[in-house]
């Protein structure tokens, strides 16, 4: 299929995009093909499924708007049978009022987006240009895709196990739509990097993607920095401010802990998801936004809308799809892979060379459970090239009493009592010279990762396995010892 498609001036150019309208009512048949040809798409028009199935074979359109209820065949079957096709097709689906079960089941076969009769214009005109960006975009997405299936590398997920494969091929499903999703499992699994996997597979790759976490938020504060807020809406407002959803615009906002949002933010965030409008606060302006949202939490989502945290509805409306991340114990035949990607990464991010993992410490890594998943594997792994800097990994780089019954990961020891058996060089690890002491070896660790990480505490804290206020005791002990 040929795709006439171009930007100017970084707006997405639709002049040419082929439009075919579904629709058994002539007059809302007629009225969408002129107001979507007003907006410079080409358009052509069927009666029913029938005849819409024999103009898509034909005609090759890029994006199909379809109604719902029509004879002879109806708008989920045609939906069905366009995605049946070897050609990626945008299918849009128009329902009436209050009849959002329909639209959901309708995403969940395949449709790109819906909006509910009558037609609001400015959002018809928005899924639209959505749309055609996602068509625009295929022919290198499905390059991406097949990339994904041959290294077992999806963005900055790594495995090739039979639970991580049938997770990207749902990544890659989904990625295409519009739809919100819903990503749960462990904390430590991957979540944000999922959503990150949908943005990169979908229209919206070269748009922002914005990430909140909901739980680091004050109550007070929350629906400011989603919604944005006018000058003088509150004490402290002395400007304008746009909000998440507004950073996002064109891209993916990444909600996570989202069962940690309050009730009233929950109940305004439900109504931008089926209006696509939003109000900033001390505003009586309502602005549409173009925003694909995911959700992701560690909780068990039923349970918290069980428990009055998540709301039911809000639940619902997110939850089209769920992309449930597997826990590290049940995939670690992926623990060798992903480990050696980490230290390509930490090599990179702290100047080290490491060039391997021995059999001995990989050994101890399949056989660990991984309570903290990957997040606790790649803070394993950075702290071990901080320590090692050149050479290989071995035993000895791991966390004290790893593996050992009672061993929990947030009572690491801040270094490894095994001295390295020679010299470490490099600009950024630790150099250690026979008869240093044990603990100046734990000084140098934790100055040395304090300074990788750009004095951020809790990230260096994090990486050697202690709590931030054990950091800061011995950060007050040094400066102490630097007055004496």
């Not at 009512?25 to 499924?49: C, F, H, K, M, Q």
């Not at 826990?327 to 390509?344: F, N, Q, S, W």
């Not at 056989?367 to 950075?382: D, F, H, K, M, Q």
């Amino acid at each position: 299929m040929h795709l006439n498609f171009g930007y100017v001036n970084g707006r997405l150019q639709v002049e040419g995009i082929k439009v075919l309208i579904v629709e058994d009512e002539p007059n809302a048949r007629t009225g969408l093909a002129e107001l979507i040809a007003s907006w410079g798409y080409r358009t052509a028009v069927a009666a029913d499924g029938v005849e819409g199935l024999e103009r898509v074979e034909q005609w090759l359109p890029s994006i199909v708007v379809t109604d719902m209820m029509m004879p002879r065949m109806d708008g989920l079957e045609l939906l069905g049978r366009i995605t049946e096709m070897s050609t990626p097709i945008a299918v849009v689906v128009l329902t009436a009022q209050g009849s959002i079960e329909s639209a959901v089941d309708a995403m969940r076969l395949g449709a790109y987006d819906y909006i509910q009769k009558p037609v609001d214009p400015v959002r018809l005109k928005t899924i639209l240009q959505s749309a055609s960006r996602q068509s625009s975009a295929e022919p290198e997405l499905a390059e991406s895709r097949q990339i994904a299936r041959d290294t077992g590398r999806l963005g900055q997920l790594v495995g090739k196990s039979k639970k991580m494969q049938q997770l990207f091929s749902l990544i890659e499903r989904i990625a295409a739509s519009n739809v919100s999703v819903l990503v749960t499992g462990e904390s430590g699994t991957g979540k944000e990097l999922a959503a990150r996997a949908l943005h990169e597979l979908s229209g919206r790759r070269t748009k922002p993607f914005v990430a909140v976490n909901c739980a680091a938020i004050p109550e007070t504060l929350i629906e400011s920095e989603i919604f944005g807020h006018e000058k003088g809406a509150f004490t402290g407002a002395l400007e304008r401010r746009a909000g998440c959803f507004e950073l996002a615009e064109e891209g993916t906002l990444l909600l996570d802990e989202i069962g940690e949002m309050p009730a009233g933010t929950q109940a305004k965030l439900l109504r931008v998801l089926e209006d696509r409008k939003l109000r900033r606060l001390g505003s009586k302006m309502e602005t549409p936004v173009d925003v694909r949202v995911i959700a992701a939490t560690n909780k068990d989502p039923e349970e918290a809308v069980r428990a009055g945290e998540l709301r039911g509805d809000l639940y619902y409306r997110l939850n089209v799809f769920n992309l449930q991340m597997p826990p590290l114990r049940e995939h670690k035949e992926d623990i060798p892979e992903i480990a050696r990607t980490l230290v390509e990464d930490m090599n990179i991010r702290h100047g080290a060379s490491v060039n391997g993992i021995s059999h001995d410490l990989m050994q101890a890594l399949t056989a660990y459970s991984w309570p903290g998943n990957v997040r606790e594997l790649r803070n394993t792994i950075e702290r071990a090239v901080i320590l090692a800097g050149t050479g290989e990994l071995n035993r000895s780089h791991l966390p004290p009493h790893f593996g050992e019954e009672g061993f929990a990961p947030s009572h690491h020891a801040a270094l490894n009592k095994q001295t390295p058996a020679a010299p470490i060089e490099g600009d950024n690890v630790v150099h250690v010279e026979v008869g240093t002491t044990v603990d100046e070896m734990e000084k140098q660790l934790i100055l040395r990762t304090l300074a990788s990480t750009n004095n951020n505490k809790t990230r260096a804290a994090e990486i050697l396995g202690i709590s931030s206020k054990t950091l800061q005791n011995k950060l007050k002990e040094y400066s102490a010892h630097t007055e004496d």
